[in-house]
Structures are given as C-alpha cells and as structure tokens.
C-alpha cells in the first residue's frame, strides 16, 4: 500500500509564500507523482506533476508562481507556492502513480494522501 503524508498547509496573508511537503517512502524515483488542490465546492484541479523524467507540468493558474520539485534521497515530493491569492485557497493533495509519464486528470492517479489545507486571507 503506498502512503503519501502530506504537510506544511496553514493560513497566510495574500502575498505569501508556503512550502508544502509529500513524505512518499520508496516512491518518488521511478514513478509520476503531483499535487492537485480542491476549494469547496468546486472539484479536484490539477496543480502541478512531475514525470519520472523529472519533467514537469503546471496547471495555468501555478505557472509563475508554483513550483514541483523531488528530493528523491528523501522521499519526498514538495510544492512551493510564491505570491499566494485567496482563490489558492483549498485542500491540496499528494498523488502519485507507478506510470513514467503522468496527465492532469486527477482520475489519472491511483494513490493519493490525505490532504493538507491552505488558506489564504485578503
């Protein structure tokens, strides 16, 4: 069973910056792996994957201002998230999946964790 940790969610001020962490024991080399985020309401988006290849892709609102990276030594999968807005307000989720190359579609990802939640204030 793969388990994904999510942590590193909290309140911050628009303008801000958070550093969210995907603790993934044995699972970050060799297998596609993402966040996505959910605000009430609204269903699951795709923020950012990250291919085996360590090749990336960002959803458009995350372009610029996001960024997914591996620490692949420690297991862990990290989303940095710069010049935060309240509609980055949410749960955001760790996925991961054994395919090489991942999609956007959150129906893609067959492991997820279970959440972490980010909120940002005017």
């Known amino acids: 069973r793969v388990t994904l940790v999510e942590s590193g969610g909290g309140s911050v001020q628009a303008g801000g910056s958070l550093r969210l962490s995907c603790s993934a024991p044995?699972?970050?080399?060799?297998?596609?792996m993402g966040w996505f985020r959910q605000a009430p309401g609204k269903e699951r988006e795709a923020v950012a994957i990250?291919?085996?290849?360590?090749?990336?892709k960002y959803a458009d609102f995350a372009k610029d201002r996001f960024t997914i990276s591996r620490d692949i030594p420690k297991d862990t999968l990290f989303l940095q998230m710069e010049r935060l807005t309240p509609e980055d307000t949410g749960t955001y989720y760790c996925?991961?999946?054994?395919?090489?190359?991942?999609?956007?579609?959150?129906?893609?990802?067959?492991?997820w964790g279970q959440g972490t939640q980010v909120t940002v204030s005017a």
């Open positions: 990250v291919n085996s290849d360590g090749t990336t």
């Open positions: 044995g699972y970050t080399y060799n297998w596609s």
């Open positions: 996925t991961a999946d054994q395919a090489l190359v991942a999609t956007m579609a959150p129906t893609f990802f067959d492991h």
